[in-house]
């Protein structure tokens, strides 16, 4: 593999922004390709289909969560990196690097004893329906381990972003994905030399395909961009650069856990109906992943572009390469929403041949289509945000989204508000129960348009924290 680093304080910006979405765009495409891949092949299972889909996406959020700690240093190190990169200091790169060997280490260790050890408990706080309960914990077993060879793939990735190669990671994250792709069935089945695992099957070919990523990412690290290979030197802790880090890392991992935390919350309202609006939220978020790559995409690719011509105070740059990632994002989330308005239910059917969850499926994809859109546009000013290194404002954004908007509005709408005591006997009985009345039938689905109204609440804050200005201050500097 060749390194391919760019100078993106020159050129086109909305040449330089699709040249590094696009890479950026594939990979994330293939690693969401992990969990749909499951979630497809567990939905072909001849018995137990629905309850096979409904444990694996039981653990998406709780492994979001416990992910999100180590999130806040992935984005400390583009932003760092891209800055450094556009300053032309080429050794505080390496500095960079080096401590973030430390603190992988600390990051993953903590990771594993903490989730592995809480993970009964925490599968009990979620409501877990009992009869998927035992495959469930089974099945988070094998994938938390997993997460720490991801983690460390997607560390390198950063790296690799902030300096302006997207290629590289793009490639590793194919090869790992498409391992996966073809021992998936494979185990889940009992397909040539593997025993019949069903759902356990998943979880091993995952692990496997993030430990071969991992490794190809270190490889790739000593070989192809030896520009940020620490030296002994480097790995030795270095207080100031390790509290630059954390100046970042700890308002982006706050953020992103409390977010993540957020999901787990409405994972345990979504529990409590059964096995077919489980499945009916799952599938509706892995699809809408997928059409939220571009805009996942070219935020990563703005955050590269933003950090880079900030460290070399090219800010009127940085703002122009905003307003065009935001028309980009717009006219391609416009054409992927339409899709899914008219086509959600067959999108659905693709993954599950059940009725039930392919008819309520299809009215939920109405809703999420304007949910994509919206939050399509929260992903540029993140981008931004994180590409300054101000990750505090990312950190407001998503702790409101989630938790001043959406989890609030989900129990308010559903009705379930009413159970809390301090609600259901006071003066604002009578305006709660007003409020529920247009879902008293089907109560759940408060959640997919409380997803709508916080997203468009949350993107007319981001845009004006972005107002401000605040974000055009370069982090090196200071």
């Known amino acids: 593999m060749k390194s391919r680093q760019t100078d993106l304080t020159r050129g086109n910006l909305l040449r330089n922004l699709i040249q590094l979405a696009l890479p950026i765009m594939a990979s994330n495409l293939v690693q969401t390709l992990y969990t749909v891949t499951d979630a497809f092949w567990l939905g072909k299972l001849a018995e137990g289909a629905r309850g096979a889909v409904s444990a694996v996406g039981i653990s998406f959020p709780l492994i979001f969560f416990l992910q999100s700690f180590g999130f806040g240093f992935v984005v400390s190190g583009n932003s760092l990196i891209a800055q450094y990169k556009g300053a032309g200091l080429t050794e505080n790169i390496k500095k960079v690097t080096g401590q973030y060997v430390l603190i992988m280490v600390v990051v993953a260790t903590v990771f594993l ?83 019949e695992m ?76 059964g096995t077919v609006v489980i499945s009916t939220h799952v599938l509706s978020m892995r699809i809408q992943s997928l059409f939220m790559m571009p805009a996942m995409g070219l935020s990563t690719a703005l955050s590269a572009i933003i950090g880079q011509n900030l460290g070399a105070r090219e800010v009127q740059r940085a703002k122009e390469s905003v307003g065009v990632a935001l028309k980009l994002v717009v006219s391609i989330m416009a054409v992927g929403g339409a899709t899914i308005f008219f086509f959600g239910g067959l999108i659905i059917k693709v993954f599950i041949d059940d009725p ?118 370069a982090i090196i500097h200071s």
């Open 113 to 195: 004893v903490a989730s592995l050890s809480l993970l009964d408990n925490i599968l009990s706080w979620l409501r877990t329906p009992s009869e998927i309960l035992d495959v469930t914990r089974d099945y988070m077993s094998i994938i938390i381990p997993a997460q720490v060879f991801m983690f460390i793939v997607i560390c390198i990735q950063s790296f690799y972003h902030g300096v302006g190669d997207t290629v590289v990671p793009m490639k590793i994250q194919m090869i790992s994905v498409g391992i996966n792709l073809v021992i998936d069935p494979l185990m889940i089945f009992g397909i040539w030399i593997f025993p």
């Open 356 to 473: 039930a969850v392919i008819e309520l499926g299809a009215q939920v994809m109405k809703i999420t289509c304007f949910t994509s859109l919206i939050f399509s546009i929260i992903f540029v000013f993140l981008g931004v945000f994180n590409g300054s290194g101000h990750t505090k404002s990312t950190m407001v954004i998503n702790i409101a989204r989630l938790w001043a908007f959406r989890i609030p509005l989900v129990f308010i709408l559903s009705g379930a508000v009413m159970n809390f005591w301090i609600f259901g006997k006071s003066p604002f009985e009578g305006f709660f129960s007003f409020l529920a009345y247009p879902l008293r039938e089907r109560p759940f689905f408060a959640l997919w348009y409380s997803m709508l109204i916080s997203n468009i609440l949350s993107a007319v804050w981001a845009y004006m924290i972005y107002r401000k200005g605040k974000w055009q201050k």
């Open 198 to 273: 069903g759902v356990l099957g998943a979880a091993y070919a995952t692990l496997f395909a993030r430990f071969i990523a991992a490794i190809m990412a270190v490889i790739s690290l000593v070989t192809v961009h030896r520009e940020l290979l620490p030296s002994l030197k480097d790995i030795v802790p270095d207080i100031k650069m390790l509290k630059k880090i954390i100046g970042i890392s700890i308002p982006a991992s706050f953020g992103q856990s409390m977010t993540s935390f957020g999901f787990v919350v409405l994972q345990g309202f979504v529990n409590g109906y």
